[in-house]
C-alpha cells in the first residue's frame, strides 16, 4: 500500500491565513442600532432640585454591541432649569472605561464616555434592557414649576455621537441611531385652588366661601378682593362681608414648590331687607253723653 503526504505551498496557506483574518473580523465586528432616552428620576421641592437619568438599550436582540467612547448630547431650557451637574455615573464609568466627563455650554449638555479598555474581549453591555448610564441633577427657579422639553441633539451641531468597538485593534465605528425619545414635563406639579359657595344672604350677615386645593402645603391664596390667605389643609373655609351682591374668584395659588392655577366664580347675592310693618292710626272722634 502506497501512502501519499499531502503538503501545501506557501501560497496556499498565506491565503488560508488572510481567509481566517476575514472570517475573524467578520465574526468580531458588530452591529450596533441604539435607542436613547431623558427620563425624569426625581424631584424635591424643598432643596428645589430635579434629576433626569440618561438612558441607553438596544433597538432589538440583532443589534446588541459594546460601548466604545461616545458623546451623549441634548439641549434644555436654561430659563426653567439651572445649574446642571454630573450627580452621578451609574454605568459606562468603570472597569474597561475611565470616568465620564461633562460639559454644559450655551444649553447644551455633553455627558462623554471614555472606553480604555480591550477591544475584542468585552462583554456585550447595550442589551434590549435600558441601563442608565448617568445622573443629571437641576436647580429649579423659585415659584417655577419647572416644566421643560429636553431634546436629544440628533441632528442640530454638536450632534451627540455614539460608537461600537471595531473589528481591528484600537478602532471603533458609529452605531446607528433607533429611536431617541425625548423628555417633557414638570419638575414639580403645579397646584390648583378651586372656589365655590354660591348662597344669599341677609345684609350684614356674613357668607362662607370654601376653598379646595391640590399640592403641597402650605399653600397661600389671594382673593379677587385682594385678601391673601395661608392654608395648610386642603378644604379651607374663608369668611367674607358683602355689604352687596359680590362676586368672588381666586386670583393666584401657591404652593410649597411652585405658583399654579385656579378656577371657580363664586356670587353672594345679598337680599334687600325686608321694609318693617308699620301701623296706621286714623284720628277717632267721640263725646260723653250723660243719662
Not at 250 to 271: F, L, R
Request: charged content about 10%; aromatic content about 8%.
Amino acid at each position: 500500500m502506497s501512502h501519499y503526504l499531502y503538503t501545501t505551498s506557501p501560497l496556499s496557506r498565506l491565503a488560508l491565513f488572510i481567509l481566517c483574518l476575514v472570517c475573524g473580523s467578520a465574526a468580531m465586528a458588530q452591529n450596533g442600532r441604539f435607542d436613547l432616552r431623558l427620563r425624569q428620576q426625581s424631584s424635591d421641592c424643598a432643596t428645589r432640585k430635579v434629576v433626569f437619568a440618561l438612558e441607553v438599550k438596544a433597538s432589538d436582540a440583532d443589534h446588541t454591541f459594546t460601548l466604545a467612547s461616545s458623546d451623549l448630547r441634548f439641549a434644555y431650557p436654561t430659563d426653567v432649569l439651572t445649574n446642571p451637574i454630573l450627580s452621578s455615573q451609574a454605568n459606562y464609568a468603570s472597569g474597561n472605561y475611565g470616568s465620564q466627563t461633562f460639559v454644559n455650554q450655551d444649553g447644551i449638555i455633553t455627558v462623554n464616555i471614555n472606553y480604555l479598555g480591550g477591544v475584542h474581549t468585552d462583554t456585550i453591555n447595550v442589551n434590549t434592557s435600558w441601563r442608565t448610564v448617568s445622573h443629571i441633577t437641576f436647580d429649579v427657579p423659585q415659584a417655577s414649576t419647572g416644566c421643560y422639553t429636553l431634546t436629544w441633539n440628533t441632528t442640530d451641531f454638536p450632534s451627540l455621537n455614539v460608537y461600537q468597538l471595531g473589528s481591528t485593534p484600537g478602532s471603533k465605528v458609529s452605531a446607528t441611531l433607533g429611536i431617541a425619545s425625548n423628555a417633557t414635563g414638570c419638575a414639580f406639579t403645579a397646584p390648583t385652588a378651586t372656589l365655590s359657595g354660591t348662597q344669599s344672604v341677609d345684609k350684614d350677615e356674613s357668607a362662607m366661601l370654601t376653598i379646595t386645593l391640590t399640592g403641597i402645603a402650605p399653600w397661600k391664596v389671594t382673593l379677587s378682593n385682594g385678601n391673601t390667605y395661608t392654608s395648610s389643609n386642603t378644604m379651607q373655609m374663608i369668611e367674607v362681608y358683602p355689604t352687596a351682591s359680590t362676586t368672588y374668584s381666586i386670583t393666584k395659588v401657591e404652593d410649597a414648590c411652585s405658583v399654579g392655577t385656579v378656577s371657580g366664580n363664586v356670587v353672594i347675592s345679598v337680599k334687600d331687607p325686608v321694609p318693617a310693618c308699620q301701623t296706621l292710626c286714623a284720628p277717632i272722634s267721640f263725646k260723653i253723653v250723660k243719662n
